[in-house]
């Protein structure tokens, strides 16, 4: 007995330390997640622009500094963004039942997680940054829990009426769905989440009705519709394996 809770606190001490190693950094609203997340990608094609005048023979020097600022403002919103959204980590690693050594591994796949998430963070379906950050925080989690090495990836249909375990939502939900995911709208997003366990054991249908207040047939057509959204998703890259959800 004494044993595990020594276990038991040495966990809680690395949990604190790392909670305590981030500092002051003020919470961001939905809104100002948003805003900051515009910034970034605002300095995405500010890079973009700078890339397409290298080699120009003639450059206009304060358009390059124009762009450099914008660089620069997005570099900073997207170090806010990640400060912001550290105690989340703490946060869901506290939810994981694991040895010490364990949650510092936990901590460190969150950590990286949040800045996987913020490069491909689009806030134009006016889902929070911390919403999907959640996601990937999760996800990698799950990953280390399974086997720190694991990255197969098993691609199945979300829509079987019967709740996913964690282990089959961890490994259904890969991070080119995350991505295509953040760009629906945030209702979209919601229903899915249940679905599929971002946030905990994946829902049965009549569950997720419940949590959302909707009788089952409205509840499934939303979800239909949120599926039809991904499968002919509108998102850089290939995404075409999506359609067989």
Not at 7 to 22: A, G, M, Y
Not at 59 to 71: G, N, W
Not at 104 to 118: F, Q, T
Not at 158 to 176: H, M, N, W, Y
Request: charged share 25%.
């Amino acid at each position: 007995m004494s044993g595990q809770r020594t276990t038991v606190d040495q966990r809680e001490l690395i949990l604190r330390r790392h909670l305590n190693s981030i500092g002051p950094v003020p919470e961001l609203t939905p809104e100002e997640e948003l805003s900051a997340a515009a910034v970034v990608a605002d300095g995405r094609r500010a890079e973009n622009e700078l890339a397409a005048l290298a080699g120009a023979p003639m450059l206009d020097l304060e358009s390059v500094a124009t762009l450099r600022d914008r660089v620069r403002h997005a570099d900073a919103a997207r170090e806010h963004l990640i400060a912001a959204c550290r105690p989340l980590v703490v946060n869901l690693a506290r939810r994981h039942q694991s040895t010490a050594g364990l949650t510092a591994a936990l901590l460190s796949a969150g950590d990286e997680a949040l800045a996987r998430a913020v490069d491909r963070y689009d806030p134009t379906g006016g889902l929070p940054f911390s919403s999907f950050a959640r996601w990937w925080v999760e996800r990698a989690m799950r990953e280390i829990e399974r086997n720190p090495s694991a990255t197969a990836v098993r691609r199945g249909s979300p829509s079987a009426a019967g709740p996913l375990t964690a282990d089959e939502s961890a490994s259904l939900v890969d991070t080119t769905l995350l991505t295509a995911l953040g760009h629906l709208h945030e209702d979209d997003c919601r229903i899915l989440e249940l679905r599929l366990g971002l946030d905990g054991p994946g829902l049965s249908a009549a569950d997720t009705a419940a949590v959302l207040e909707m009788d089952l047939d409205e509840a499934a057509e939303a979800e239909e519709k949120a599926l039809a959204k991904l499968r002919h998703p509108s998102t850089p890259g290939d995404l075409t394996h999506l359609r067989s959800i």
